[in-house]
């Protein structure tokens, strides 16, 4: 079960995209749905560490972990080798016909790593989207209420009942309606856009809040208030200081289920292994997927034990969720993450980022806003007058790609770029992207 390791170093030899991965696209464009983008089509053959390789022979520096998904790295030895055993032994029995081992160490990990000390269970399943629905099924069981609360520039995922929880339209919603009813849209505290400014944010969007859902909902009809602690496809949004601890409070109080969707921020990927955890949050249900088995597809959700069993008997469930060498890949990432205390590297990882990133802001005003924590960085590019520049944003994104950095870009807007690298990246390859990043403003 060898895997040979990819060197660590980036490598670029054909222009990017190159002459293969060109003709792949070429098929791909005959065979697969154009509804389905790439960011950057380069064909890959083999990725670790921080290095993507493509069908070229290029060496791509990753800063995008395949959206928050390997944080462990890819092809984790040990992810590997527990995976491929799971493999060989079984793969597949429906858990809600056959029940295993592995199903249930992974719920008692999630029910002992997510913040709480309380009686928590814990449901696995197959994408963010379904652990976000799955959230909302169980918040309105428990309560017997309908409403839920969403937030501005909320990305939730895309089947028809996130597509409604989500805020942007395009791409995400377009033509796609009719979408579910009782969903309520709630201000975001965006301290970067608040018109009163930063300082004011929290405490003001947490009071607009809370006075909308009195008058316009009746708190009573509010099963949940689902939020992400950091917004992920909004760009990187930290909820201004104050606001999600007066939120969790109006919820306890008034007997609302408060979902933390930590699907991008889970796993170690902010410098907490919760995002919650750096305002003390404790939610009433957390989703999680991306980061949670090193690249295989898994997702849960955990809660309040009095919560999560208010659910009949067969309410929940699904043919693959939790399928056992999905399972084995978590087990495996989870103790990779702890025993190689990856909630410090991706600390240290955010400190490198943005120590540089804001020396590069000073030098460059398009550079509008720098902000994250640990491994979940961004900058908001702007005109002078503060509105969006996602034009600017187009051409440092094509200079980078055409470098060999795998960079993403988020926001209602289109002008955030946003930085994910895997949590076992080396400095030298974080400093060599953020050269080319600084090379592409300079270029502007
Ligand atoms: C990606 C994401 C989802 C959807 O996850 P899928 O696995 O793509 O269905 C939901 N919520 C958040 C916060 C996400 O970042």
């Known amino acids: 079960m060898a895997v040979t390791e990819v060197a660590q170093s980036r490598r670029v030899v054909t222009e990017i995209p190159g002459p293969k991965s060109r003709e792949l696209q070429e098929r791909r464009v005959a065979a697969v749905a154009k509804g389905v983008g790439s960011v950057l089509p380069v064909y890959v053959t083999r990725a670790g560490g921080g290095i993507v390789e493509d069908v070229d022979g290029n060496a791509l520096i990753d800063f995008g972990s395949g959206i928050a998904v390997t944080n462990v790295g890819n092809a984790d030895p040990r992810v590997v080798e527990r995976s491929a055993e799971q493999l060989g032994r079984f793969t597949h029995t429906c858990f809600m016909v056959n029940p295993y081992e592995a199903y249930v160490d992974v719920c008692e990990a999630l029910n002992r790593i997510t913040p709480g000390d309380h009686e928590k269970r814990s449901i696995l399943l197959n994408s963010g989207a379904e652990a976000v629905e799955n959230a909302v099924k169980i918040a309105r069981s428990a309560t017997g209420r309908q409403a839920v609360v969403v937030f501005d520039h909320a990305y939730h995922g895309r089947t028809n009942l996130t597509m409604g929880l989500t805020a942007k339209n395009m791409p995400y919603k377009q033509g796609f309606g009719p979408f579910a009813g009782e969903i309520h849209r ?47 496809e909004g760009g990187f949004i930290e909820p201004a200081p104050g606001f999600l601890p007066a939120v969790v409070e109006f919820c306890r109080a008034n007997g609302i289920v408060f979902v933390a969707d930590e699907v991008q921020t889970g796993f170690a990927r902010t410098g907490q292994m919760f995002a919650c955890e750096h305002e003390g949050i404790v939610p009433d249900l957390i989703t999680t997927a991306k980061g949670i088995a090193g690249g295989l597809p898994l997702a849960a959700v955990t809660g309040r034990a009095e919560l999560m069993d208010a659910v009949h008997g067969g309410g929940l469930g699904g043919t693959y969720g939790g399928n056992p060498t999905a399972c084995a890949a978590a087990l495996a990432s989870l103790e990779a993450i702890e025993s190689d205390d990856l909630v410090g590297r991706a600390r240290e990882i955010g400190d490198l980022m943005l120590g540089r990133l804001r020396k590069l802001a000073e030098e460059h005003p398009v550079i509008g806003d720098v902000r994250g924590r640990g491994a979940m960085i961004a900058i908001e590019l702007v005109k002078e007058d503060k509105t969006p520049d996602a034009e600017a944003l187009g051409k440092v994104l094509s200079y980078c790609h055409s470098q060999g950095l795998i960079l993403l870009s988020a926001g209602t807007y289109g002008n955030v770029i946003r930085m994910l690298p895997p949590l076992v990246i080396g400095d030298d390859l974080l400093n060599e992207g953020l050269d080319i990043l600084a090379e592409a403003f300079a270029r502007l």
């Open 186 to 232: 709630m201000p975001m505290a965006y301290a970067y856009r608040w018109p009163t400014g930063p300082e004011n944010c929290g405490p003001e969007a947490a009071a607009m809040v809370i006075d909308q859902i009195t008058k316009q909902i009746g708190a009573d009809n509010v099963a949940a208030v689902v939020i992400e602690p950091i917004q992920g």
